[in-house]
């Protein structure tokens, strides 16, 4: 059974720093893509940032850029959400997704930040920035 765990989530100020960590247990977790998202009351979920099973790419949302940085420990298993300088508008529940690296035929799938390409979801962990 695929688990995926969020946590590090909280109240904080603006211009305050997190770092939420997502625990990944059920799955052999190199082979995964790894994603943050988030949705905020009344909107859309949306991608933060992803990783690549290898960590040779990332990617971001233009509204974090420079803020927040991914990163990934394969030997624990755990993919991490360093987040600097938060701002209200990043108030959220933040979920981590994991994401089946391969296609068939064994070729490494290129990194997607849209939701539907994730197999995995975790329960969320809550982010609220006040001003």
């Known amino acids: 059974q695929v688990q995926l765990v969020e946590s590090g989530g909280g109240l904080v100020q603006a211009g305050d720093s997190l770092r939420l960590s997502c625990a990944a247990s059920g799955l052999r977790f190199s082979n995964y893509h790894m994603g943050w998202f988030r949705q905020a009351p009344g909107k859309e979920r949306e991608v933060v940032a992803a990783?690549?099973?290898?960590?040779?790419?990332?990617l971001y949302d233009d509204s974090v850029k420079g803020r927040f940085t991914i990163s990934r420990d394969n030997a624990k298993n755990t993919v991490y959400l360093q987040m600097n300088s938060l701002k209200p508008e990043d108030t959220a529940v933040y979920y981590c997704a994991a994401d089946y690296g391969y296609i068939i035929g064994g070729n490494v799938k290129v990194l997607q930040g849209t939701q539907t390409a994730y197999d995995y979801w975790g329960q969320g962990t809550r982010v609220s920035v006040s001003s």
């Open positions: 990783i690549s099973r290898s960590r040779d790419a990332t």
